[in-house]
Each structure stands twice: as C-alpha cells, then as structure tokens.
C-alpha cells in the first residue's frame, strides 16, 4: 500500500532542511528543467548546441586579438588563458543570471503548483554545467594549437568546478530572492556583473595588475576560485592547500548564506510574485 | 470538561494516515493576509530611504477571512464567487504553494492542479517532451510518465501533433494536452480552476466523464468555475466565497441560487 502523503500547513520543519529534502526528491524535476534549457536555448537557431561551443570560441577570438598586443607578449599562450578565464566566468555569469530570470519569470508556476523553489537555480547551475562541458571540446583544441596542451593535473579539475558551482548557486539563490522583492536587482545585476568581471582577472593576467589594486583583488571571492580553476587547467600545476582553502571557504560560505537566505524567504514568494 | 478540541482530533487523523479516512481536504479558520504598498516601491534607493524615515504604508487585506471547510473523498466541491473573491487564493492554500497567514490546511494525498493554459508548457517544445516535463512537474518520475505516455496522447486526441512544438497548437489542443497530463496519474486530489471552459463541447464531455470517474473511486476534486451549469450538474457541495468570507456552504443549487440573488 503506498503511503498517502499529507501535506499539513501548520507543521513547521526548519526550512532549509526541509527544502534540501524536496530538492533531492524532485531530482527528475530538476533534471527535466535542464533538458527544456538545453533543448530550447538553441530550437530555432541553425548550428544548434553547436553554439555552445563556439560562443566562447568567437569571444575569445575577438578578445585575443583585441588585447594581444597589450597582454600577449607577456602571457605564455595568451588565447589559452582567456578561454578557461571565460569558460569560468561564462559558468559563473549566465547561471546566476538564469536563476534569477527563471525564478522570476518562472514566477506563473510557482503560484499554481507546489514545486521545490530551490528548483530554478539548481537547475539554472546544471544547465551550466552541461554548457561547460561542451565548450571543453573547443579548449583542448585551442590549447593544442597555442602549444598549452592539457596536462595530468585536469585531474584536480573536478574539485575546483564544484567549488566554483557551489559558490554559483549561493549567489544565485541569494540575487534570486532579493529580485523578487526587488526586481530593479536583475538590471542591477548586469551592469555589476561588468564590473565584476574587469576586476576578476579573466582577460588580463594577474600580474599585470598595478601594485595598489592588488588589494581589491584579494577581497574578490571569484579571484581565488578563478585561480583554481587556472592553476590545474591552464598553468598545469597542482593547487597547493593555499590555494584550495580560501576557495573551498568562499564556496561553502557562500553556499550555506544563500541556501538559508533563500529558503527562510521562500515561503513568502508565492505572496510576492 | 475535558473535551477532545479540533486540534486533537486533527492531529490523531494525520497520525494514524488512515487510507479509508473520508476527509481529503480540511480548512480550519484559514485566512491570508496580502500586503501590498499603498504606491509601488520598486528601487533599492527608494525603499532605503521610506524604510529609514518610516513611510513605508502598506495596505493589508485579507484574501480569505476565517475560512473553514471540509472536502470529503468522492465528491466534486465547487467554489463560486466573483473575481478577486478569494477563489484563487484558496486553491494555492491548497495546493501548498502558499502557507496561510493563519489557521491550517491539511491535505491528505497526492495533488494534482490542472495548469493553465500556459504554465508549464514550453512553447518551443514538441508535445511529447512537454508531457514528460509537465509529468515532472506534478512529481511523476520518468518511468511512471513513460507508462502512461500513450494513454495521455490517446486521451489528448493529438495524434500526430503530438510531435509538433506546441506553439502550433490551438487552445483547445493546450487545453486538451494539459489535462490529459494532470489526470493521468489519478490523484487523489484534483484541482480544477476554470480550464473546462475550453475544448469543445466534445472533449467537455470526456474531461466530466473523466472527473465523475475519478470521483466514484474516491478522490476528491476542487473545482472553481463562473459556470452555474457546470458547478450544477458536477458538484455534490458547493461554497459561495466573498471579499475572503465563506457566505454559504451546501448544495449547489442552494448556493447558486443564493450567489444569484446577492452575489451578483
């Protein structure tokens, strides 16, 4: 006999638990999510998914040839290392954008059917994943004909993207519930976003950063869980624990903030909007 | 005097998860509380500085007033009342989308709302992978969707169109797809707010069939209509809401005709 669930309103269970409950319990839901962000972003167009790859492509083409002649002399395979920096920063970048925009956009669903909130930027950051993996088809080649081929030390590669996914969704649970009071936040957002990332070096390298901005760098919490990413992907070495701590720090800090922001709002959701 | 209050014997019926309980449905003194601001603050800026000087004036009303009600198993409740009556909002109180401001729901069993047109479906998807994401959506795993693909696309009447993206589609082919997914599962509780009201007159008739169905072996449905002949011809109870207060609750015809003469 399959148990008859109950559903009683006045039954409070810490919210955050209970949403990571539901989270796990919707799994298919989730999955489902990304398949139609997947299959949709690219019906109409020509190439497809094909897309995937070569946006990143395209960009770093432009950009390379923009700032070579600033940055190229003194940056061994200079296309190389702007084409991890944007897959990074792209991940990070369109999935907080998605899980603010599907949550509330998505916002119609959320009025009619119980669906855990959590949902939209879970899925908002597994979208991104896939996209991230496809755009590594055209990294390896670039990286063959800059002479920086991949090395052993991808290996470590994993540990940094679940850091960096991590550190994703916080922050795009906790964008996500302050658009839905204030929905100035997501064209807000954007403009931050530009900042953010002349202030993240993506396309610049560290080092020629003049000496008085090296502080602002170190305050940035996507500088050290960029630098993981490059340190095994781009340079070919294996993070040392200096490296890994502050981002696993970040990545989990900012995780627990926005999980618990989020859900201790999330009730109140369907009352807004 | 030591008599078991409400609270009690609530708590007992959720305890027990009795499978042959007749209750489905339970409102007890339910009422939701919007608050809107009186002009609308949409900035960071702005709201800084009224919540700084305290001029923040909000308008609160009330979407439902003290609402309680009973919804058995196997019957058809319908709800009637204007627009912004609280129709709405009571359906989402049951549907677990929003919590009340105060009383309590309890909902025994698997809900399944009727979305509208719209909602949930993708426009740029065919109707066959928007059955599998609007099954997720109402919490069917994949498997359980795959079993039932074919009788939704039977039920649905698309035939071939069930390969086209939906933005092809008619209303009533929406309308036609969105309960076919809804009622395949066969919840125990089924929402319908208004949906009936499209399709032909065809397709009516199978949707009722299916609903009186359902209804005999023992779910319970909630359904929201400005349609008396429908609310008249499905429903064993009805209940007249108004400005967030239950007028009246018992039969259909007693309840129309007490929404027609001081409803309207």
């Given at each position: 006999m399959q148990t008859i669930p109950i559903y009683d309103s006045a039954k409070k269970v810490p919210h955050a638990l209970q949403e990571l409950q539901e989270a796990v319990s919707h799994k298919h839901l989730i999955f489902q999510l990304v398949r139609r962000d997947i299959l949709t972003r690219y019906k109409r167009s020509f190439l497809g998914v094909a897309w995937t790859m070569l946006n990143p492509l395209g960009i770093m083409l432009v950009l390379s040839f923009v700032f070579s002649n600033f940055f190229g002399s003194t940056t061994r395979a200079y296309p190389a290392y702007i084409l991890t920096g944007l897959m990074a920063?792209?991940?990070?970048?369109?999935?907080?954008?998605?899980?603010?925009?599907?949550?509330?956009?998505?916002?119609?669903?959320?009025?009619?059917?119980?669906?855990?909130?959590?949902?939209?930027?879970i899925s908002a950051i597994g979208?991104?994943?896939?996209?991230?993996?496809?755009?590594?088809?055209?990294?390896?080649?670039?990286?063959?004909?800059?002479?920086?081929?991949?090395?052993?030390?991808?290996?470590?590669?994993?540990?940094?993207?679940?850091?960096?996914?991590?550190?994703?969704l916080g922050l795009g649970l906790a964008i996500s519930t302050m658009a839905i009071y204030f929905p100035d936040v997501a064209e807000m957002y954007q403009i931050i976003l530009m900042a953010w990332m002349y202030l993240t070096p993506i396309i610049y390298p560290e080092a020629n950063l003049p000496a008085k901005?090296?502080?602002?760098?170190?305050?940035?919490?996507?500088y050290y869980l960029v630098k993981l990413w490059r340190l095994?992907?781009?340079n070919g070495v294996w993070p040392t624990w200096g490296d890994i701590w502050p981002a696993a720090l970040i990545a989990i800090g900012m995780l627990l903030v926005g999980w618990f922001f989020f859900t201790s709002k999330s009730d109140e959701f369907a009352y807004r909007v | 005097m030591n008599l078991p209050t409400v609270s009690d014997s609530i708590n007992r019926m959720?305890?027990?998860?009795?499978?042959?309980?007749?209750?489905?449905?339970?409102?007890?003194?339910?009422?939701?509380?919007?608050?809107?601001?009186?002009?609308?603050?949409?900035?960071?800026?702005?709201?800084?500085?009224?919540?700084?000087?305290?001029?923040?004036?909000?308008?609160?009303?009330?979407a439902l007033n003290n609402v309680s009600l009973d919804i058995r198993r196997g019957e058809v409740f319908g709800v009637v009342g204007k627009n912004g009556a609280g129709k709405s909002t009571l359906l989402k109180g049951v549907a677990r989308v929003l919590r009340p401001t105060k009383g309590r729901v309890?909902?025994?069993?698997?809900?399944?709302?009727?979305?509208?047109?719209?909602?949930?479906?993708?426009?740029?998807?065919?109707?066959?992978?928007?059955?599998?994401?609007?099954?997720?959506?109402?919490?069917?795993?994949?498997?359980?969707?795959?079993?039932?693909?074919?009788?939704?696309?039977?039920f649905s009447e698309l035939g071939e169109f069930i390969n086209a993206p939906i933005r092809t589609y008619s209303t009533g082919m929406y309308a036609r797809l969105g309960f076919s997914v809804a009622t395949a599962s066969e919840p125990d509780i089924l929402i319908v707010d208004e949906i009936l009201g499209v399709g032909d007159e065809t397709f009516r008739k199978k949707c009722q069939a299916r609903i009186e169905a359902f209804r005999q072996r023992g779910?319970?449905?909630?359904?929201?209509?400005?349609?008396?002949?429908?609310?008249?011809?499905?429903?064993?109870?009805?209940?007249?809401?108004?400005h967030g207060v239950l007028k009246i609750i018992g039969e259909p015809d007693k309840v129309i005709q007490a929404y027609r003469e001081r409803g309207i």
């Open positions: 920063w792209n991940f990070f970048a369109q999935s907080t954008t998605a899980a603010m925009s599907s949550l509330v956009w998505g916002g119609g669903l959320l009025q009619r059917i119980y669906i855990p909130r959590a949902s939209f930027g979208s991104g994943l896939i996209n991230l993996l496809l755009a590594f088809v055209p990294l390896v080649l670039v990286m063959a004909v800059v002479g920086a081929p991949i090395r052993i030390t991808v290996l470590f590669l994993p540990v940094s993207l679940l850091l960096l996914a991590c550190f994703t901005y090296q502080l602002i760098l170190h305050l940035n919490p996507l095994p992907l781009y | 959720v305890e027990e998860q009795n499978p042959l309980s007749e209750q489905a449905i339970r409102l007890e003194d339910v009422s939701v509380r919007y608050r809107v601001p009186s002009e609308r603050i949409g900035t960071f800026k702005e709201y800084t500085i009224r919540f700084l000087k305290r001029q923040i004036q909000m308008r609160t009303f009330w309890v909902v025994k069993g698997r809900v399944a709302p009727l979305l509208e047109l719209g909602a949930g479906f993708h426009p740029e998807l065919t109707g066959k992978e928007n059955i599998f994401l609007n099954g997720a959506l109402l919490g069917f795993s994949h498997r359980e969707t795959l079993d039932k693909y074919d009788q939704i696309v039977d779910a319970a449905i909630l359904l929201v209509s400005h349609d008396m002949p429908t609310v008249h011809s499905m429903c064993q109870r009805a209940a007249w809401l108004d």
